[in-house]
């Protein structure tokens, strides 16, 4: 890992079992503060490779370092965004209620319905709610969202943590254009 990496993949292989390697020997470095976009066709290995990064999965061989450790222990560091989300929406849970869950490393408590009240939680989750278009959705409850709506809150509460480093799958799926956000 050069010294200004935040993520760092050397030489990984990695192979779902019965079937062709994924991902064969890759290597890469990301440093800190970079932006970077992984493309390529379906079945390419781009999901894949975010979750090596997260640690969900492990290499087959080489080594996978973010902040140079192991994925899992900088899991807090990190932000997710997924292609699809196979979570309950119908949880009786509001849009802010669901934000302020991505900042569970920031120790909220959950008192009965509520979280926290304290005043930095709640604003760090509005200016994320803010910057994904869904001001005034705060008290609205997450199964009434759309689709989109769903996929931006889920992008908030990723965003809501603070994190060091953002991972997004595919983050504008079921986005209309007109919702598309930066």
């Not at 900042?103 to 909220?108: A, D, E, F, T």
């Not at 994190?163 to 598309?180: F, M, R």
Request: charged share 20%; net charge positive; aromatic share 6%.
């Amino acid at each position: 890992m050069t010294a200004q990496a935040a993520i760092s993949v050397r030489q990984v292989s990695f192979a779902y079992a019965g079937s062709e390697a994924v991902l064969e020997r890759a290597n890469l470095d990301v440093p800190a503060g970079a932006f970077m976009a992984v493309l390529g066709p379906n079945g390419g290995g781009k999901t894949t490779l975010l979750k090596l990064l997260l640690g969900v999965l492990t290499p087959d061989s080489g080594e996978v370092r973010i902040f140079d450790e192991p994925p899992g222990r900088a899991c807090h560091r990190i932000g997710y965004v997924p292609q699809y989300c196979g979570a309950n929406f119908n949880l009786p849970v509001s849009v802010l209620e669901a934000v302020l869950m991505g900042r569970l490393n920031q120790r909220p408590r959950l008192l009965g319905r509520h979280w926290s009240k304290n005043d930095a939680q709640r604003e760090a989750a509005r200016q994320a709610l803010d910057q994904v278009g869904l001001s005034g959705f705060e008290a609205r409850p997450v199964a009434a969202l759309s689709g989109g709506q769903r996929q931006r809150l889920l992008t908030a509460r990723a965003l809501a943590a603070a994190p060091e480093i953002l991972l997004l799958d595919e983050p504008t799926a079921n986005i209309d254009p007109q919702g598309k956000f930066c």
